[in-house]
């Protein structure tokens, strides 16, 4: 087992050789800070900026988000870790309810070092902890109070799984019937959409409150939203201003944000029906699993019968010889020996077909394997 010391030599190893590549199965291609600060300068739309989140591109933002879910309003918020701290200590405040309903590989649980109960004391109840997404009758089993339900769509460390549509109506209507507020964890809600073959806004309906993300498919360097009714959202501007995140300009993330929605909102049909491809493709490689298979979203999951330490330095060394960035990190599998890596069709990915993707994913594993 490496130790952390191995680990930040591996990675700035791996940082080492990305910056090199000229081609990205994965990942995004490589910008100088001068390059993106230029890029950001073009898209810029507003006359002036905002002051305290307040005029110019956030408004202007806040306003668009909000029409494109179908809320009466929306708030800019440095991150989705500060929007959903906000929006579920408010669900909380008002129904005098401590504890919020969660699956158990919610990124609230895997990756927020229980924020929500270190800061506002609201404790997580896990309704599931198998992959696979929430069920009503998961609900069922959880008779007390919650002051709000997290729906994560898709629910990514369960291998971006999204619930079916009647699923997904089933739960939230029972969280209606108890008087549970809903509160959606879309941080990749845009990249859902096609699966549900639904707008946005009739997806959104079925939740009380809705967060969204900025810099994942949408390219921003940060920056997420939570949309809806409209003293919930006020409320939600007091605690980003408790918790430091009403900053004097945020004008450089809703630039980002705008242009991201301009310019990538309408490609994710795309890359959905290209992930389904490169998943069968890389499917079928000798020593390979893909979940889920078809994917639900733009992104899924491969296992692998190598060490992630080998596949690790395949990639690295694969890099290094080809200037070809093919997979970004592995971790262990649940089966010892095997590896898995998260796989993202993204904007910056359209050059490949399914069958190259798959090739060069081989390769790298050939090498692994070779050790």
């Known amino acids: 087992m490496p130790g952390p010391d191995d680990l930040k030599a591996v990675n700035e190893r791996r940082l080492a050789a990305r910056a090199q590549c000229t081609r990205f199965l994965q990942g995004r291609p490589h910008r100088t800070p001068r390059e993106q600060l ?26 668009e988000v909000a029409g494109l879910l179908g809320k009466p309003a929306a708030a800019f918020v440095p991150s989705g870790t500060m929007a959903q701290q906000c929006a579920l200590r408010v669900w909380s405040d008002r129904t005098g309810h401590r504890a919020v309903g969660v699956h158990a590989l919610s990124h609230l649980v895997v990756h927020e070092e229980a924020a929500l109960e270190e800061l506002h004391g609201i404790r997580m109840r896990e309704l599931a902890d198998g992959p696979s997404p929430l069920v009503a009758d998961d609900l069922a089993g959880h008779p007390g109070p919650l002051g709000a339900l997290v729906v994560e769509l898709p629910l990514r460390d369960a291998g971006y799984l999204l619930p079916s549509w009647d699923e997904l109506v089933a739960l939230t209507g029972a969280a209606r ?3 549970i507020a809903v509160h959606l964890d879309g941080a990749r809600l845009w990249e859902s959409q096609p699966f549900y073959g639904r707008d946005l806004a009739e997806i959104a309906a079925l939740a009380d409150t809705v967060y969204v993300s900025f810099y994942k498919g949408l390219g921003a360097p940060a920056g997420a939203a939570l949309a809806g009714p409209s003293d919930v959202v006020d409320e939600v501007r007091q605690w980003r201003h408790r918790h430091g995140g009403t900053l004097f300009s945020s004008m450089p993330y809703a630039v980002a944000a705008r242009a991201g929605l301009r310019d990538r909102l309408g490609q994710f049909a795309e890359l959905h029906r290209l992930a389904g491809e490169r998943a069968a493709a890389i499917g079928a490689l000798e020593g390979v699993r893909v979940t889920p298979d078809p994917p639900h979203t733009n992104a899924f999951v ?70």
């Open 38 to 63: 230029e890029a950001l300068a073009a898209s810029a739309e507003e006359p002036s900026s905002d002051f305290y989140a307040a005029g110019g591109d956030v408004t202007a933002l806040e306003v």
């Open 302 to 371: 491969i296992y692998a019968d190598v060490e992630p330490q080998a596949l690790r330095e395949a990639c690295i060394a694969f890099a290094e010889a080809e200037q070809v960035w093919v997979l970004d990190w592995a971790t262990s599998a649940a089966v010892p020996g095997w590896s898995k890596v998260e796989f993202v069709v993204d904007v910056d990915h359209l050059d490949w077909s399914a069958e190259q993707a798959a090739a060069r994913v081989g390769q790298v594993l050939d090498l692994a394997r070779r050790g």
């Open 177 to 179: 019937e108890r008087g």
